[in-house]
């Protein structure tokens, strides 16, 4: 069975730092691209980054340029966002999502066939 399961979320204060993992199980992630999404109470879901399944290629939101890095470890099927120098407006589920093939990579979900569950990432003082 395909998996993503997302972690790293939390508290933090504006300013400060988290990484978030997404690691797979079931697959190898060599093969696939990698989004992060974020949706915040009454919002829709947003593309903030993706990497290309060879990691060749990223792109970001205009939102997270200069804050947010994504980055992926083969050996550890697993793929990161850096997350720096946040703030409130951060705040919200993250979800990383999976698509076979992926030469580039796209902030738009209906590109994505398989999905985390989220983890929450809150800023506030």
Not at 4 to 12: A, D, F, K, N, P
Not at 64 to 73: A, E, H, N, Q, Y
Request: with cysteine; hydrophobic share 30%; proline share 3%.
């Amino acid at each position: 069975q395909l998996q993503l399961v997302e972690s790293g979320g939390g508290l933090v204060q504006p300013g400060g730092s988290l990484r978030l993992s997404c690691a797979a199980s079931g697959f190898t992630l060599d093969y696939y691209a990698i989004g992060w999404f974020r949706q915040a109470p009454g919002k829709g879901r947003e593309g903030v980054s993706c990497i290309s399944s060879s990691g060749g290629r990223t792109n970001y939101a205009d939102s997270v340029k200069g804050r947010f890095t994504i980055s992926r470890d083969g050996a550890k099927n697993t793929v990161y966002l850096q997350m720096n120098s946040l703030k409130p407006e951060d705040t919200a589920v993250y979800y990383c999502a999976a698509y076979a093939h992926g030469s580039s990579c796209y902030l738009t979900p209906h590109e994505y066939d398989y999905w985390g569950q989220g983890t929450q990432v809150t800023v506030s003082s």
